[in-house]
């Protein structure tokens, strides 16, 4: 069984820092991609960062050309938890951020993951 949990979300001015973490167990797949999206309301979810691992290969990360430059995903193998280190923040950031998990190669779609954490608000304030 899968599971993902995402902590690190909060209320920040705009210029901060986040750092997201999502604590994966259960992913015991040859190739599998990583990914964090986010929501905002009334918008459709939007995949920020992602990363494939398998078969001694990774690709990426790869990211959104909205966060491209200020946000870093990484990973800890020992502690099974990738992070999401967002730095200056803007407004349009504000969203709930999702970790996910598939298993092959990475997709921009979110309908194509399988597992999903609960989510981590971000609140950018300006």
């Known amino acids: 069984q899968v599971q993902l949990q995402e902590s690190g979300g909060g209320s920040v001015q705009a210029g901060g820092s986040l750092t997201l973490s999502c604590a994966a167990t259960?992913?015991?797949?040859?190739?599998?991609?990583m990914a964090w999206f986010r929501q905002a309301p009334r918008n459709e979810r939007e995949a920020v960062a992602r990363?494939?691992?398998?078969?001694?290969?990774?690709?990426?990360?790869s990211y959104a050309d909205s966060v491209k430059g200020r946000f870093t995903f990484s990973r800890d193998n020992e502690k099974n938890t990738v992070y999401l280190q967002m730095n200056s923040l803007m407004p349009e950031d504000t969203a709930r951020y999702y970790c996910?998990?598939?298993?092959?190669?990475?997709?921009?779609?979110?309908?194509?993951?399988?597992?999903w954490g609960q989510g981590t608000q971000v609140t950018v304030s300006s």
């Open positions: 996910a998990v598939r298993r092959g190669f990475c997709s921009l779609v979110s309908s194509d993951y399988n597992y």
């Open positions: 259960g992913v015991r797949y040859s190739s599998t991609c």
């Open positions: 990363i494939y691992m398998g078969d001694g290969l990774t690709v990426g990360p």
